[in-house]
């Protein structure tokens, strides 16, 4: 090209992401051609807005594995998926900071629930990952989604009469009651509203009109009459489905990596989340189900709670045999990798102006048996040493390590280390800490909640049957207030369900703890 | 109850003008529209020239229609070809392709049917075949079959409900 | 040990100790058989399932019966999905080939998982033969038994899909089994790979597990794994394949005990019953909805020709099968089946067994009309189906192979389906019409080892053999609906998993070989207003090997399996083209071209020297390939919906610059003309050149054709004389031979005593 006089931007994959897997390495590379320079220009321009408003903070996006990056950083395709894993790492922070092992993070948004965990203080990187049905070779944070939300439609299958939930959905257009919008399908929403848990007024602050007598209308008409039940059975059945299908969702990812519900906390938030907490956390028996006061903006939230980091992965595919007989070779070959790896972390935040001294390095590699095709990432930081590198003793370590974590995620039938290991990608994270948020940490008042903070009743469907629930807006509770239900708290951009037989204490974090009463537990 | 917007997709369905979105994600998942065969056959009869009723669409052209003369099969350029109880290809003419050549027209070499028999490239001369072979198995054989396939026998008695 | 084995131990004591006294494992202290006849005998008696005319359950509580069934079913899905991991095969792992069911202690299934869902009913019959057989007393069926089938006869659909069932009791009684299934990736056969088409009996089929105990306690017995060990060319992916299956069975057993735990055993057993009488009806009701009642027939032809490659001389023949469907889609929702007409069962590996082809019914029902994932086998008692024994579709031999049915089911469901596509269209839902597909026949196996310098780092444990085995003929050419073109090489009927696979990860198992490329098969898109979908082509070569065999089936090759619909025509066929002792090295290190395709076919020996060979058929038996031979392959396109000349003239254009047309195609098929920059993409319509070329196609329609009557009498002379293929002849006399019904009708219709066949 030069000779020719021309300018043509190259990229190459077996420069920038010289993985295994021809198929989401080309689609990737495609996704950073295509996409990467107007993202690029975007940022700048947020950049020199803020500026103009006298910010000297930098820019940095969230990665879909963990860390933000500047606008510069050579592969934004990493940036993909901010916004949902954004929560996954708010997740984290949380758990840190009140000292949480395991932790499944529920996130129920307009038109899907997506849910994470964070097991002993980590979450799971997944590699095949798909983004708008193509195959992408993008380290996401292990993440699960069911497309399930709030706005879902509700249909009635005339051949089998049964109720079908989405996956299409209304979107950000709410549902059938939603005056100002031409939604022809009731939704998921509509029945919370003909439930009585949402509070027509203040949708979103008021700013969405909302119906509850046409929900109603519209649950009746499609839903209820062609099952020839009464309309709020109906309604909420359609909620237990709904509930049902998203606690299934966890139940599955939780046993599908080995573990039991009784070992996690379970976060939830999004704008439905806390709405449905108590629906979708029923018959699991997590040790304690928290709901953040910031819920509704946990992601954005969990952005800022990100380091910066510089994620760099490189295929080794390098054999090791059952005895261990080469492991001096191996970890030869993979200190190679790792330095290399190691080299461009640094150099991007050597770009970014970051003081090297603040760096830490972080490697891992991603392990399988040999002849199994799905490795697991183990963390190897521990061993790595940043002068030498790996030993042939470290490596039978890292072994051992791998094979911790593959009894926990699959069944003990399934072990095979009689065939060697093959160890699949070398990962290089280099990070630098970020200045964090804080959780609020505020002096325990009363448990009555100020007079001030009670709106009125309101009923509600519950268990077949209605019940006056207490209606709270959430801005005037205070830490050491304990929220007893049938009780709705009430925000302008979402709704806690505290239904009857729970109560919600506030603790001194601004957390509330959704407790089902009598099954014990002194939160405060 | 056919809505307009029903009517539309089914017109767009019936013209190949749906657009890939609307057929994947609104007309072809569940549950389907329970006045299609009503709302097809009503625009089938607006867009035909002739006046009989149409019963049912067999393909593109050719029509189930009512008549004088009792239900026949009728195409939309007019022709009546016969009773409905009668095979209208009967009543069609007919072109066949067999020769390489005609095949050819159609398709590359190689990607069409053989002329018998198959061959390789160097032309070998054909050879008869051998009778084909037809059952097999000894009378003690067919017995354990029987035994074994006992359990798989399809249902072959009609349910009624 | 985990919670779940000291329950295991503690359940199997508890059943122990109730047989010691005389118990039963059934319900209410039936025997297996009894459930069994029972279920029959109301079933037949009523027209219900189970004699289940009300669903209490289900109308007690709706919410309660969904809430049950959609944890169940997720409880299927994810053992499925975690399973999966843990396999070997990309076949499995990649593609996804393998699929959970839960069945009700007398063998019905309750639901199934994604997968290779042409399993509903094969585990039942396996399960009913193993009820039948007494295992209960004889065998014995206790708490953390594991059993193993793949026998087809038996209930499975072809020998290279295997299946651990796990029996799941709570409190001393059987309520459900499990069966997990995984298509292996070399079965021990005659000749390497999953699908061997050399095969002239059972005994060189491979490994059978016939319904056998192969482990206890949770855990396999030694000697069936040293079984497994020596079974098969790939004792690595066996094993993993079989640790994937048992674990996902495991799995399922923990969620029903859970279920059981929360709702109550029976809660949970009624529910199951429910839930497969829903089937049946929801099967009916979908039917009354769907289609249009009333009678459909078509024919599809397999052929097999085996003449020259044969390698015993019971194989070396060329034969022709004949597959005639007629089915009844009736008023009140049931269907039925007729493939009277059907050549016999021979000497070859493509005989299917009963339960084999309705497998296949399930594949297509389930993606047509059943495709939400609650279908059970209530599904299947509302079908009959006549199978003619002794034919292909219902050997009665069990010492033939009945190792690759899919060689009579695949031709033998493009009838099925285009009847019920004429039912749909009927019915006004034309979006639902698939006239056919490309047969996923055409798959690439053999095997290899590698030289000793490349083996050197591999285990010994793993060894230097690789097979050969990608799955990407799970890609193929959809045939087009009545509203749109098919899906282009996106589409798979048999394998809906619709994937090609990541080249690099085939290459990771079959080590030896080397894909040179992959790209669009230009003129393999059935033609029509709507063109079927297109298939692709690839090139393989072999690269540090010691030894090598590769072969490949190619369904339809010499002749087409059928037609297209309303005036659309079949999409093109396949056939085999192979390189051996070539230049290839040198072209490498010379940096010139080598080949990628053979687009139009014949271009392939432009870019490589060597001992080319090209044959219209495909190349069934393994062949050895030398370091740096080069086989060419390629998946097919679907059939095609309509008049060519309908296809709009922009479609067409948009077809040539896509290269799914050549311009010599579209001109003489399509009438479309004009000049084709292939450098730019860019096709330069002809606007009045076409206009007279469709004219002339038109006139050339006018003379070429003739009437009915003609036609007619040109033909019955030839019947008489038997002056056609002697393929075709003999295929002829077989179905005459097979079928009275058949050889009566044929007759009446020529109006002759006999033929000249």
Redesign the interface.
């Given at each position: 090209m030069a000779e020719r006089g021309e300018a043509v931007p190259v990229w190459l994959s077996s420069e920038q992401k010289p993985i295994r897997g021809e198929v989401p390495r080309m689609n990737t590379l495609v996704i950073e051609a295509y996409a990467a320079e107007p993202s690029r220009k975007q940022l700048y321009r947020v950049d020199d807005g803020f500026a103009e408003l006298g910010s000297e903070a930098p820019v940095r996006v969230l990665t879909s594995s963990g860390g933000t990056v500047a606008p510069e950083h050579d592969w934004l395709a990493d940036t993909m998926l901010s916004g949902p894993i954004g929560g996954i790492f708010g997740g984290e922070f949380v758990a840190e900071e009140l000292g949480i092992d395991n932790l499944v993070c529920s996130d129920v948004g307009g038109t899907s629930f997506d849910v994470g965990l964070i097991t002993e203080g980590h979450y799971p990187t997944r590699w095949d990952q798909s983004l708008a049905q193509f195959m992408v070779a993008i380290p996401m944070t292990a993440m699960d989604t069911i497309g399930s939300g709030t706005g879902s439609y509700v249909r009635v299958d005339r051949a089998s009469e049964r109720i079908e939930v989405g996956p299409e959905s209304a979107g950000y257009e709410v549902g059938y009651s939603n005056r100002d919008a031409d939604v022809d399908v009731v939704t998921v929403t509509d029945c919370t509203l003909a439930l009585g848990y949402l509070n027509p007024e203040s949708f979103l602050g008021g700013d969405i009109p909302v119906d509850r007598d046409v929900a109603l209308e519209g649950i009746r008409e499609q839903v209820a009459e062609p099952l020839g039940e009464d309309v709020h059975e109906t309604a909420r059945g359609v909620l237990d489905i709904v509930e049902r299908d998203m606690s299934n969702e966890l139940r599955g990812l939780i046993l599908g990596l080995g573990y039991s519900p009784e070992n996690y906390t379970l976060l939830s938030y999004g704008g439905g989340g806390p709405l449905h907490a108590a629906g979708y956390s029923r018959g699991l028996a997590f040790q304690d189900v928290i709901v953040p006061q910031w819920a509704a903006a946990f992601s954005a939230f969990g952005c800022a709670c990100a380091d910066a980091a510089y994620r760099y992965d490189r295929s080794v595919d390098e054999i090791l045999q059952p005895d261990f007989s080469n492991a001096s070779s191996v970890a030869y070959a993979l200190n190679d990798s790792l330095e290399d790896l190691r080299e461009r972390a640094e150099d991007a935040f050597d770009r970014d102006g970051v003081d090297p001294d603040t760096v830490e390095f972080r490697p891992s590699l991603r392990i399988q048996y040999l002849g199994m095709l799905d490795d697991l990432e183990v963390e190897i930081g521990e061993v790595y040493d940043d002068e030498e590198g790996l030993s042939a003793e470290d490596v039978e370590t890292v072994i051992d390590r791998y094979e911790a974590k593959f009894d926990r995620v699959f069944k003990r039938a399934a072990k095979s280390p009689e065939n060697g290991y093959q160890l699949t990608m070398a990962i290089g994270v280099g990070v630098a800490p970020s200045p964090k948020p804080t959780i609020p940490d505020e002096e325990l008042q009363g448990e009555t909640p100020p007079e001030a903070a009670h709106t009125g009743t309101r009923d509600i469907y519950w268990d077949d049957d209605w019940h006056a629930a207490d209606l709270w807006r959430m801005r005037r509770l205070e830490p050491g207030n304990r929220i007893e239900g049938p009780a709705v708290v009430e925000a302008p951009a979402t709704t806690i369900l505290v239904p009857p037989g729970y109560d919600a204490p506030l603790d001194e974090n601004r957390i509330y703890h959704l407790r089902e009463q009598g099954t014990g537990g002194d939160v405060l | 109850m056919a809505s307009e917007t029903d009517e539309r997709q089914v017109a767009q369905l019936i013209d190949g003008e749906i657009g890939w979105s609307e057929l994947r994600n609104d007309v072809l998942p569940d549950p389907k529209d329970g006045e299609r065969f009503e709302v097809t056959r009503r625009l089938l009869e607006e867009r035909v020239d002739f006046e009989n009723p149409i019963l049912l669409p067999l393909n593109d052209h050719l029509y189930a229609v009512g008549s004088d003369r009792g239900r026949i099969v009728k195409c939309d350029c007019g022709q009546e070809f016969c009773s409905l109880d009668e095979n209208w290809k009967h009543h069609a003419r007919v072109r066949v392709r067999e020769a390489e050549a005609d095949h050819r027209e159609i398709y590359p070499e190689y990607q069409t049917s053989t002329p018998s028999p198959p061959a390789t490239r160097s032309g070998r001369a054909s050879s008869p075949t051998s009778t084909p072979s037809t059952r097999s198995g000894s009378g003690s054989r067919r017995r354990t079959h029987d035994r074994i396939q006992r359990y798989n026998r399809t249902n072959h008695t009609r349910i009624h409900l | 040990m985990?919670i779940e084995n000291t329950k295991v131990g503690a359940e199997k004591r508890r059943v122990t100790d109730k047989r010691t006294n005389g118990g039963e494992i059934g319900w209410d202290d039936q025997s297996l058989q009894r459930m069994l006849a029972d279920t029959e005998r109301l079933?037949?008696e009523t027209?219900y399932y189970r004699g289940i005319e009300d669903l209490a359950l289900k109308e007690e509580d709706?919410?309660e019966y969904?809430?049950l069934y959609?944890?169940l079913r997720?409880?299927l899905?994810?053992a499925r999905?975690?399973a999966l991991?843990?396999?070997?095969?990309?076949i499995v792992?990649?593609i996804g080939e393998l699929c959970f069911q839960i069945y009700t202690p007398e063998g019905d299934s309750i639901a199934v998982s994604t997968g290779i869902i042409v399993h509903v009913h094969t585990g039942s019959?396996a399960i009913?033969?193993m009820i039948?057989q007494d295992y209960e007393h004889d065998r014995g069926i206790e708490p953390g038994d594991v059993f193993c089938n793949n026998d087809n006869?038996?209930?499975n659909v072809h020998t290279t899909d295997v299946h651990t069932i796990v029996p799941i009791f709570h409190d001393g009684e059987l309520v459900a089994w499990a069966d997990g299934v995984t298509h292996e990736a070399d079965i021990g056969g005659a000749s390497q790979g999953h699908t061997s088409i050399v095969h002239t009996s059972r005994f060189e089929d491979g490994i059978y597990a016939t319904c056998e105990k192969i482990g206890e306690d949770?855990e396999l017995y030694q000697d069936w794994k040293v079984r497994g060990e020596r079974a098969t060319r790939t004792p690595?992916?066996w094993?993993?394949d079989e640790?994937?299956r048992?674990?996902g069975c495991?799995?399922i057993r923990?969620a029903v005990h859970e279920i059981i735990e929360?709702v109550g055993a029976e809660t949970f057993k009624q529910f199951t019953r429910e839930a497969v009488e829903?089937g049946?009806?929801?099967m009916?009701?979908?039917v009354?909805?769907?289609l249009?009642p009333g009678t459909y027939r078509s024919t599809s032809f397999a052929a097999l020709?085996l003449?020259?490659e044969g390698w015993k001389p019971?194989q070396k023949?060329?034969?022709m099968h004949h597959l005639p469907v007629e089915m009844e889609i009736r008023a009140?929702g049931?269907m039925s089946l007729d493939m009277e007409g059907t050549?016999?069962?021979?000497?070859h590996s493509f005989n299917a067994?009963?339960?084999s082809m309705?497998g296949g019914l399930w594949v297509s029902l389930t993606q047509c009309l059943l495709h939400?994932g609650?279908v059970n086998d209530g599904s299947?008692?509302?079908?009959?189906?006549?199978f003619p024994e002794?034919s292909l579709t219902n050997p009665?031999?069990?010492?033939?192979s009945f190792h690759a049915p899919w060689g009579t089911i695949m031709p033998a469901f493009q009838a099925v389906w285009e009847n019920v596509s004429q039912g749909f269209?009927?019915?006004?839902?034309?979006?639902?019409v698939v006239t056919g597909y490309s047969e996923t026949s055409n798959s690439v196996q053999g095997g290899g080892t590698l030289m000793e310098s490349m083996a050197q780092?591999?285990?010994d444990?793993?060894g230097d053999y690789f097979p050969v085995s990608p799955f990407d003929l799970s890609c193929q050419g959809l045939g087009a609906s009545?509203?749109?073109d098919g899906l282009d090489y996106g589409y798979a009927m048999w394998n809906p998993e619709s994937d090609m696979g990541?080249?690099?990860?085939w290459e990771?198992v079959q080590w030896g070989t080397q894909y040179l490329s992959r790209q669009i098969k230009t003129?393999?898109a059935g033609?029509g207003?709507?063109r079927g979908g297109s298939g692709w082509e690839g090139v393989m070569t072999v690269m540090g090997t010691d030894d090598c065999t590769l072969y490949k089936a190619s369904q339809p090759?010499?002749?087409?399996s059928k037609a297209g619909?309303?005036?659309g025509?079949p999409g093109?066929?396949?056939?085999a083209v192979r390189a051996h002792d070539t230049d290839l090295a040198d072209r490498a290190r010379e940096g010139d071209p080598y080949p990628v395709g053979d687009t139009?076919?014949?271009t392939f020996e432009e870019h490589i020297d060597g001992d080319v060979?090209?044959?219209?058929?495909g190349n069934y038996f393994p062949k050895e390939y030398d370091n740096h031979d080069v086989m060419h392959f390629q998946m097919g396109g679907g059939p095609g919906?309509?008049?060519p000349l309908?296809r709009p003239v922009p479609k067409v254009v948009g077809d040539v610059e896509d290269e799914v047309y050549?311009p010599d195609?579209v001109e003489?098929?399509y009438g479309v003309v004009g000049e084709f920059d292939e450098k730019h993409r860019d096709f330069d319509l002809d606007e009045p050149a076409t206009e007279a070329a469709r004219e002339e196609i038109r006139e050339r329609?006018r003379e070429?054709?003739?009437?009915?009557e003609e036609?007619?009498e040109r033909e019955r002379e030839r019947v008489a004389d038997g002056d056609v293929?002697?393929?075709?002849a003999?295929?002829y006399?077989?179905a005459f031979?097979?079928s009275e019904a058949f050889e009566t009708e044929f007759h009446d219709f020529w109006d002759l005593d006999g033929s000249g066949f």
């Amino acid at each position: 090209m030069a000779e020719r006089g021309e300018a043509v931007p190259v990229w190459l994959s077996s420069e920038q992401k010289p993985i295994r897997g021809e198929v989401p390495r080309m689609n990737t590379l495609v996704i950073e051609a295509y996409a990467a320079e107007p993202s690029r220009k975007q940022l700048y321009r947020v950049d020199d807005g803020f500026a103009e408003l006298g910010s000297e903070a930098p820019v940095r996006v969230l990665t879909s594995s963990g860390g933000t990056v500047a606008p510069e950083h050579d592969w934004l395709a990493d940036t993909m998926l901010s916004g949902p894993i954004g929560g996954i790492f708010g997740g984290e922070f949380v758990a840190e900071e009140l000292g949480i092992d395991n932790l499944v993070c529920s996130d129920v948004g307009g038109t899907s629930f997506d849910v994470g965990l964070i097991t002993e203080g980590h979450y799971p990187t997944r590699w095949d990952q798909s983004l708008a049905q193509f195959m992408v070779a993008i380290p996401m944070t292990a993440m699960d989604t069911i497309g399930s939300g709030t706005g879902s439609y509700v249909r009635v299958d005339r051949a089998s009469e049964r109720i079908e939930v989405g996956p299409e959905s209304a979107g950000y257009e709410v549902g059938y009651s939603n005056r100002d919008a031409d939604v022809d399908v009731v939704t998921v929403t509509d029945c919370t509203l003909a439930l009585g848990y949402l509070n027509p007024e203040s949708f979103l602050g008021g700013d969405i009109p909302v119906d509850r007598d046409v929900a109603l209308e519209g649950i009746r008409e499609q839903v209820a009459e062609p099952l020839g039940e009464d309309v709020h059975e109906t309604a909420r059945g359609v909620l237990d489905i709904v509930e049902r299908d998203m606690s299934n969702e966890l139940r599955g990812l939780i046993l599908g990596l080995g573990y039991s519900p009784e070992n996690y906390t379970l976060l939830s938030y999004g704008g439905g989340g806390p709405l449905h907490a108590a629906g979708y956390s029923r018959g699991l028996a997590f040790q304690d189900v928290i709901v953040p006061q910031w819920a509704a903006a946990f992601s954005a939230f969990g952005c800022a709670c990100a380091d910066a980091a510089y994620r760099y992965d490189r295929s080794v595919d390098e054999i090791l045999q059952p005895d261990f007989s080469n492991a001096s070779s191996v970890a030869y070959a993979l200190n190679d990798s790792l330095e290399d790896l190691r080299e461009r972390a640094e150099d991007a935040f050597d770009r970014d102006g970051v003081d090297p001294d603040t760096v830490e390095f972080r490697p891992s590699l991603r392990i399988q048996y040999l002849g199994m095709l799905d490795d697991l990432e183990v963390e190897i930081g521990e061993v790595y040493d940043d002068e030498e590198g790996l030993s042939a003793e470290d490596v039978e370590t890292v072994i051992d390590r791998y094979e911790a974590k593959f009894d926990r995620v699959f069944k003990r039938a399934a072990k095979s280390p009689e065939n060697g290991y093959q160890l699949t990608m070398a990962i290089g994270v280099g990070v630098a800490p970020s200045p964090k948020p804080t959780i609020p940490d505020e002096e325990l008042q009363g448990e009555t909640p100020p007079e001030a903070a009670h709106t009125g009743t309101r009923d509600i469907y519950w268990d077949d049957d209605w019940h006056a629930a207490d209606l709270w807006r959430m801005r005037r509770l205070e830490p050491g207030n304990r929220i007893e239900g049938p009780a709705v708290v009430e925000a302008p951009a979402t709704t806690i369900l505290v239904p009857p037989g729970y109560d919600a204490p506030l603790d001194e974090n601004r957390i509330y703890h959704l407790r089902e009463q009598g099954t014990g537990g002194d939160v405060l | 109850m056919a809505s307009e917007t029903d009517e539309r997709q089914v017109a767009q369905l019936i013209d190949g003008e749906i657009g890939w979105s609307e057929l994947r994600n609104d007309v072809l998942p569940d549950p389907k529209d329970g006045e299609r065969f009503e709302v097809t056959r009503r625009l089938l009869e607006e867009r035909v020239d002739f006046e009989n009723p149409i019963l049912l669409p067999l393909n593109d052209h050719l029509y189930a229609v009512g008549s004088d003369r009792g239900r026949i099969v009728k195409c939309d350029c007019g022709q009546e070809f016969c009773s409905l109880d009668e095979n209208w290809k009967h009543h069609a003419r007919v072109r066949v392709r067999e020769a390489e050549a005609d095949h050819r027209e159609i398709y590359p070499e190689y990607q069409t049917s053989t002329p018998s028999p198959p061959a390789t490239r160097s032309g070998r001369a054909s050879s008869p075949t051998s009778t084909p072979s037809t059952r097999s198995g000894s009378g003690s054989r067919r017995r354990t079959h029987d035994r074994i396939q006992r359990y798989n026998r399809t249902n072959h008695t009609r349910i009624h409900l | 040990m985990s919670i779940e084995n000291t329950k295991v131990g503690a359940e199997k004591r508890r059943v122990t100790d109730k047989r010691t006294n005389g118990g039963e494992i059934g319900w209410d202290d039936q025997s297996l058989q009894r459930m069994l006849a029972d279920t029959e005998r109301l079933t037949e008696e009523t027209g219900y399932y189970r004699g289940i005319e009300d669903l209490a359950l289900k109308e007690e509580d709706r919410f309660e019966y969904e809430r049950l069934y959609s944890r169940l079913r997720g409880a299927l899905v994810s053992a499925r999905e975690t399973a999966l991991h843990v396999s070997a095969s990309p076949i499995v792992r990649e593609i996804g080939e393998l699929c959970f069911q839960i069945y009700t202690p007398e063998g019905d299934s309750i639901a199934v998982s994604t997968g290779i869902i042409v399993h509903v009913h094969t585990g039942s019959l396996a399960i009913k033969w193993m009820i039948d057989q007494d295992y209960e007393h004889d065998r014995g069926i206790e708490p953390g038994d594991v059993f193993c089938n793949n026998d087809n006869d038996l209930g499975n659909v072809h020998t290279t899909d295997v299946h651990t069932i796990v029996p799941i009791f709570h409190d001393g009684e059987l309520v459900a089994w499990a069966d997990g299934v995984t298509h292996e990736a070399d079965i021990g056969g005659a000749s390497q790979g999953h699908t061997s088409i050399v095969h002239t009996s059972r005994f060189e089929d491979g490994i059978y597990a016939t319904c056998e105990k192969i482990g206890e306690d949770d855990e396999l017995y030694q000697d069936w794994k040293v079984r497994g060990e020596r079974a098969t060319r790939t004792p690595m992916y066996w094993d993993l394949d079989e640790k994937c299956r048992l674990a996902g069975c495991h799995m399922i057993r923990e969620a029903v005990h859970e279920i059981i735990e929360d709702v109550g055993a029976e809660t949970f057993k009624q529910f199951t019953r429910e839930a497969v009488e829903e089937g049946r009806r929801t099967m009916e009701s979908r039917v009354q909805e769907r289609l249009f009642p009333g009678t459909y027939r078509s024919t599809s032809f397999a052929a097999l020709p085996l003449e020259e490659e044969g390698w015993k001389p019971e194989q070396k023949q060329d034969t022709m099968h004949h597959l005639p469907v007629e089915m009844e889609i009736r008023a009140d929702g049931t269907m039925s089946l007729d493939m009277e007409g059907t050549s016999s069962q021979g000497d070859h590996s493509f005989n299917a067994a009963e339960g084999s082809m309705t497998g296949g019914l399930w594949v297509s029902l389930t993606q047509c009309l059943l495709h939400d994932g609650k279908v059970n086998d209530g599904s299947h008692y509302a079908l009959e189906t006549h199978f003619p024994e002794g034919s292909l579709t219902n050997p009665d031999d069990p010492q033939l192979s009945f190792h690759a049915p899919w060689g009579t089911i695949m031709p033998a469901f493009q009838a099925v389906w285009e009847n019920v596509s004429q039912g749909f269209f009927a019915r006004g839902f034309r979006e639902e019409v698939v006239t056919g597909y490309s047969e996923t026949s055409n798959s690439v196996q053999g095997g290899g080892t590698l030289m000793e310098s490349m083996a050197q780092i591999i285990p010994d444990e793993v060894g230097d053999y690789f097979p050969v085995s990608p799955f990407d003929l799970s890609c193929q050419g959809l045939g087009a609906s009545a509203v749109r073109d098919g899906l282009d090489y996106g589409y798979a009927m048999w394998n809906p998993e619709s994937d090609m696979g990541d080249i690099e990860e085939w290459e990771l198992v079959q080590w030896g070989t080397q894909y040179l490329s992959r790209q669009i098969k230009t003129d393999s898109a059935g033609h029509g207003k709507y063109r079927g979908g297109s298939g692709w082509e690839g090139v393989m070569t072999v690269m540090g090997t010691d030894d090598c065999t590769l072969y490949k089936a190619s369904q339809p090759d010499v002749t087409f399996s059928k037609a297209g619909m309303s005036g659309g025509y079949p999409g093109s066929t396949k056939y085999a083209v192979r390189a051996h002792d070539t230049d290839l090295a040198d072209r490498a290190r010379e940096g010139d071209p080598y080949p990628v395709g053979d687009t139009p076919p014949g271009t392939f020996e432009e870019h490589i020297d060597g001992d080319v060979t090209r044959t219209h058929r495909g190349n069934y038996f393994p062949k050895e390939y030398d370091n740096h031979d080069v086989m060419h392959f390629q998946m097919g396109g679907g059939p095609g919906w309509g008049d060519p000349l309908e296809r709009p003239v922009p479609k067409v254009v948009g077809d040539v610059e896509d290269e799914v047309y050549s311009p010599d195609t579209v001109e003489s098929v399509y009438g479309v003309v004009g000049e084709f920059d292939e450098k730019h993409r860019d096709f330069d319509l002809d606007e009045p050149a076409t206009e007279a070329a469709r004219e002339e196609i038109r006139e050339r329609r006018r003379e070429a054709s003739e009437t009915f009557e003609e036609f007619y009498e040109r033909e019955r002379e030839r019947v008489a004389d038997g002056d056609v293929a002697d393929v075709v002849a003999g295929m002829y006399r077989d179905a005459f031979d097979m079928s009275e019904a058949f050889e009566t009708e044929f007759h009446d219709f020529w109006d002759l005593d006999g033929s000249g066949f």
